[in-house]
Structure formats: C-alpha cells, structure tokens
C-alpha cells in the first residue's frame, strides 16, 4: 500500500475516482500516467539503436550495392580493392556480424558440428573435445556440444535437438550396439557422421580410435610374456 495522502492533497477529481473504483486510497490517488506512457505504448524510433545492422545497412553507410557488400565479406572478386576495403572498415564499426541461417540457405551449410559426449565428467572427454573443437575452429567450423551418456533415447533427444540447429554432421563418443538404428537413420538422412573412440559395425561410416581387439592381444602377450600367469583385468 503506497504512502497515504494527506486530505489537504485530496482533488475533488481524485475523490471521484477513489470512490469510483472503491480501493485503497494510495493506488488510486497516484496521478494518472499520459497517453504516450501506457504499458505497450514506445516511442517512434525506440529499440531502433539496438537494432542489428544488416546487409542493407552496410551496403547504404559504404556507399555501395548489397552485392558489393556480400563479395567483399566473403573475399570474394567482383568489387575494387578501394570498395573492399571501404566495406570492412564500414562492417566493423557498425558490428556487423552476416546471418547464419541466410548464408545456410544460400551455401546449403552452417558450418556447425554437432559432438555428443558420453560424459563431461570423465576428464577423457573434455580432453578430447577440446581437441575437436580446435580442429573444427582451424577449419572454420563451430561444434555444438551435448552430453548424451549412454541411453538410447538421451542419443535421440540430443540428435534431434542439434538436428534443430542445422548442424552439418554429427560427432559421436558414446556409442553403444542399441545406437545402431539411429545412426542408420541419420545415414539415409545423408547427414555425415563420425564414430570416435567407440563405433557400431557393419555401418558405412567414418570411425576415429584404435582397434581394440588388436590391442588386447598385444597387452595379453606383453603380460604373458614378462612372465605373469594370473593376470586381471579391471
């Protein structure tokens, strides 16, 4: 409840609405705001600072054709070394950054990578992802990490959500036998995907890691042959 009004503050306009509306004293005796400040109600040109300059705006503050604008941001030929140069410096100071799902339209990519971890907290993976996104970034690719564990359906859910994004392919850590119809699906999709560390056979799809199995035999000799006879594995 606001602070109460004194009976010497009280118009005879505000006792009309007070009794009017039949609430207490202080909301109601709160002068009325103008026509212009209601609630929804913004000035002509407010958020227009904000706004995010686009390729129109740039090609209007340079001087130049949108076309101009779009070779000289993709380095390009077609517009003079002077216009380039022009353009940059007028994209830079005005923040420009291009819009992704346009250029996905135009170029049939996003440059986006989706990598599915079995678990963020085994240091082995951010390790690993690391090292993806390292890569991916000298390639001028970004990578859309998501912890997936080891359950069918959380696979799914985070396929599809990446998916959404537009990704153009998928890095998987964490495959298990139950993922193989998923990845089937993804194939006939034509959406490129990579097995790391663990992969499902028998699917015509790139795999990064070692073979395990010949890997077991050499560490299987090794013991044998130092000698041991009651070896365990844990």
Known sequence: VSEAVKPSQ???????????????????????????????????????????PTLADVARAAGVSTAAV????????????????RVLQVAKDMG????????????????????????IANPFYPELASAIVTEA???????????????????????SALLDRQ?????FTSLIESDRALLAELLDDQVPVVQVVRHVEGLAADFVGIDDRAAGRDIARHVCASGRRKPVVL
């Open 167 to 171: 990704c153009d392919g998928m890095l």
């Open 10 to 52: 009280v118009s005879s306009r505000h006792l009309r609405e007070y009794q009017a509306a039949r609430v207490f004293p202080g909301p109601a005796l709160l002068p009325r705001r103008s026509d212009d400040s209601k609630r929804g109600s913004r000035p002509p040109n407010a958020g227009a600072a904000s706004k995010r």
């Open 96 to 119: 420009f950054r291009p819009n992704r799902i346009a250029r996905a339209l135009r170029h049939g990519q996003t440059k986006m990578l989706g990598l599915l971890l079995a678990d």
């Open 70 to 85: 779009s070779y000289a941001l993709n380095g390009l030929p077609g517009v003079s070394g002077d216009n380039r140069r």
């Open 137 to 159: 970034s000298a390639q001028e690719y970004e990578v859309f990490l998501s912890q997936a564990g080891l359950h069918e359906e959380s696979q799914r859910h985070a396929v």
